[in-house]
């Protein structure tokens, strides 16, 4: 700094508050916020999430037993409600919110202004043109005028001069675009706000309520009490699943059909439904989705006291898709005088492949189960809770009884007088996602703003157009008329040009037709800068 040069002002608070308020609501952080909030998306669909399909997270953790955890620390398996993914989408949306509605007001006070002043040489302009007419100059502008205005450009007229201008929509449309962006993103945050998604398993001749306790999986939105949910109930009657017999896609799900029976709410009449992929079940606003299915084999069991301790469907998961060979437990925590636990495999088709079972086929052509018995300490009446699906060995001690398959009807004897398994059947599950989001409606109408506003961008064209009329050499009117296009990429205003020029001819009753000045026009950019210039801009010509 030299001598006598005064001190700067400090870059207080504020000032860093405006800088960082000035970086934010640039357009190029919210573009490079948008390319974030797309990347971070990815995850989602690639990896199963906990919100629409849990029992695959489970199947990734089996499958993957080292990486899986890593990948959760990071909340990749419920990707949209990490903290991270709403850093980005807040941060968007007020980047977004902070360059549009300024933008937007810019606009409301531009619409309302009038077209600039005529240059004073329009032969500077892209496109120009000049007729000689029998009327007076005032005459000759007032008829320009009325064919201007009859074909809805905004005019402004002046001594000498008449502007017109065309084409306002296209600012619009790009903020109309921006605006639906916006729109979209409180469309998404409304739905996470109130929405709610839950899973459940619902097994053949079984019935559910949809309240929080009953829901297998529920994860409510920030906003959401167990108080909020829908009060309906679903029974499922039937489930019906058709398979490819033959060929090269034999075992592949042709149909499933999930028939049902459903209540709005408690004292409604139950109504008929029949659940299939890609149908769902519409009541109170929520959507009930079929995304799975399985078996469920009924057991009994009697303790080594004779009593029936067990009795019910018990649903396996599938760890095989080709044949639905699936995974189950058994717990029998009131058994006596020891407690039981049984974990094996379903076979729909059973077949013995060099000695060891499979399923041949989807179909329940030959169901058979494969049960390993165990007895001594459940761990339920004390420690963390366990999942229905998994048996916890520790307490256990495995009975000294070779697993074979059970076809229905047929038993096991338990050893040390535990008891007797007996595999009576088996009925099949659906597994239901239950979705409740607020936001669809709005974001479909953004979408569709949204799309709308582009439209009007790229198909609207604005365009201005310049009169001028001064007296002729031998009476009469020699009448200039000059126009100019913004991002005009397409091309089209040159002709639109040449034929609005034409009607002006005609319209004031021209001694001939339009004749073009001689040579070629100066560039846009160079001509007027971007063709829609400051008032002052365009009125700078000699």
């Known amino acids: 700094m030299r001598a006598g040069d005064s001190a700067a002002p400090a870059f207080g608070l504020w000032g860093w508050m405006r800088w960082a308020w000035r970086q934010l609501t640039s357009m190029r952080t919210a573009l490079v916020l948008l390319f974030l909030l797309a990347v971070a998306s990815v995850p989602g669909s690639m990896l199963p999430q906990q919100g629409i399909d849990p029992q695959a997270v489970q199947q990734y953790y089996a499958a993957h037993p080292a990486l899986a955890p890593w990948l959760d620390r990071l909340s990749l398996f419920n990707v949209f409600a990490a903290p991270w993914f709403a850093a980005v989408y807040l941060l968007l949306f007020l980047s977004l919110a902070g360059c549009v509605i300024p933008r937007t007001f810019r606009l409301a006070g531009a619409a ?20 000689e007419t029998a009327l007076a100059p005032d005459e000759a502008l007032t008829a320009a005028a009325a064919v201007l205005s009859g074909k809805r450009f905004r005019l402004r007229t002046g001594d000498g001069w008449v502007a017109a201008e065309k084409g306002y929509l296209r600012e619009a449309g790009n903020l109309l675009f ?27 001749g079984d019935s559910f309520a949809n309240t929080a306790t009953a829901l297998d999986v529920f994860h409510p939105g920030r906003a959401v009490s167990a108080a909020d949910l829908q009060p309906f109930s679903i029974t499922l009657n039937k489930f019906e699943a058709s398979y490819v017999p033959s060929g090269a896609l034999r075992g592949q799900p042709s149909d499933f059909d999930a028939f049902i029976h459903y209540s709005p709410q408690p004292g409604s009449p139950m109504r008929a439904y029949d659940l299939r992929v890609n149908h769902p079940l519409i009541v109170d606003g929520v959507r009930v989705f079929l995304i799975g299915h399985g078996y469920a084999p ?59 079972l499979g399923s041949a086929f989807p179909a329940p052509l030959n169901p058979a189960v494969s049960l390993v018995s165990y007895a001594g300490d459940l761990g339920m009446d004390s420690g963390p809770a366990q999942s229905v699906y998994q048996l916890d060995t520790a307490g256990l001690r495995r009975l000294a009884l070779a697993p074979r398959p059970l076809t229905p009807g047929q038993s096991m004897k338990l050893p040390d007088g535990n008891g007797t398994l007996t595999f009576t059947g088996y009925r099949q599950w659906i597994s239901l996602a239950i979705t409740y989001d607020p936001g669809t409606l709005p974001a479909l ?36 008329v000059g126009g100019l296009a913004r991002s005009d990429t397409s091309g089209g ?28 026009p100066p560039e846009p950019d160079s001509a007027a800068g971007d063709g829609l210039a400051a008032p002052d801009e365009l009125t700078e010509g000699e």
């Open 112 to 131: 309302r202004q009038q077209p600039p002043r005529a240059p004073r040489n329009l032969a500077r302009l892209p496109f120009a043109a000049r007729h």
């Open 178 to 204: 921006h605006l639906a962006l916006l729109g979209l993103l409180a469309a998404i945050c409304l739905g996470g706000m109130f929405g709610y998604k839950a899973d459940r398993l619902l097994v053949e």
């Open 298 to 356: 009924v057991f009994r069991v009697t303790d080594g006291t004779g009593r029936v301790v067990f009795n019910g469907p018990v649903p396996f998961i599938a760890v095989e898709q080709s044949g639905l060979t699936s995974e189950g437990v058994i717990k029998v925590p009131d058994a006596h005088p020891q407690q039981l636990g049984f974990e094996g495999v379903f076979l729909p088709t059973a077949v013995d492949v060099h000695g060891r």
């Open 445 to 480: 109408i953004a979408g569709i703003t949204a799309l709308a506003g582009l439209l009007l961008s790229f198909f609207v064209r604005r365009r201005r157009l310049f009169v001028r009329a001064v007296a002729g050499p031998d009476g009469g009117a020699v009448v200039d």
């Open 493 to 520: 205003f040159e002709a639109e040009f040449a034929a609005l020029a034409g009607d002006l001819a005609s319209g004031y009753q021209g001694t001939g037709s339009a004749v073009p000045f001689q040579g070629s």
